[in-house]
């Protein structure tokens, strides 16, 4: 059974890697089912490197990616220290608005965020990043939350008897012990970024800011789908969050079930 299902899972990558390797002809012509390419080329992969831009779309989304990583596991980890360890009146109440702020369709945010933006002067910029917080730091709260949570205060006042501050105890104390959880906040921050659409297309509708999903959103012409360049595209931009998963696996799924276990 698990065999059976890793190849549903993976043939759409396969056939995507098969696929971007063909001439137009083959992916259209009287035999598209084939598994190994006639012609094998790499014209797609050329022309979407030097005519379409994708080398720019991935520095795009490099800097977009990593700027709301950096900044989300900064405002995430105070937020979620500050739910975890102080008492508070409406403290559940304040989780589950958290919680709820993540349900909001983006379609539903992406007005008046866009009316804002253009108030500012921000469209077609970096400036991206800060709404990209309501897709991705309630997550990353929750997901700290639990893992302050299961760090004894035993520790934090011998801290303290030592004459630490708050934010050294947090720094020096709590941030290590809680390391696998801001490590998987962090990838999957960094991956959801990444793979954003809606946020980018609507905000930076010029081709010099465009991430990576936008980027291969415009590979067609006004009667057809590039389906070769956009086959190619996607297997660049997949490799760097593929390298991230494979080489960061276990500190995710370790992020993800540590803090899941009461004591």
Known sequence: MLIFYLVIIVFPFIWILITSFKQTGEIYGNNPFSIIPDNPTMQHYADVILEKGIMRAIGNSLIVSGVTTIYIVI??????????????????LLLGIVLAVSMFPQMIVIGPIYNLFIDLGWTNSYWITLPYSSITLPMAVWILVTHFNQIPLALEESARIDGASAFQTLYKIVFP???????????????????????????????????????????????????????????????????????????????????????
Do not use: C, M
């Not at 012990?177 to 906040?185: D, E, I, N, R, Y």
């Not at 959103?217 to 593929?242: D, H």
């Open 75 to 92: 405002v995430a980890t105070f937020a979620a220290y500050a739910i975890s360890r102080f008492d508070f009146r409406g403290k559940n």
């Open 177 to 263: 012990l809680a390391a696998p959880g801001v490590f998987t906040v962090a990838i999957i921050t960094f991956i959801t970024a990444w793979n954003e659409f809606v946020l980018a297309i609507t905000i930076n509708s010029n081709s010099e800011y465009h991430t990576v999903p936008v980027a291969i959103s415009f590979l067609r012409t006004q009667f057809e789908i590039l389906w070769g360049q956009v086959a190619a595209a996607t297997i660049l931009v997949t490799i760097p969050t593929l390298v991230i998963v494979l080489l960061f696996q276990r500190q995710i799924v370790n992020g993800l079930t540590q803090g899941g276990v009461k004591e």
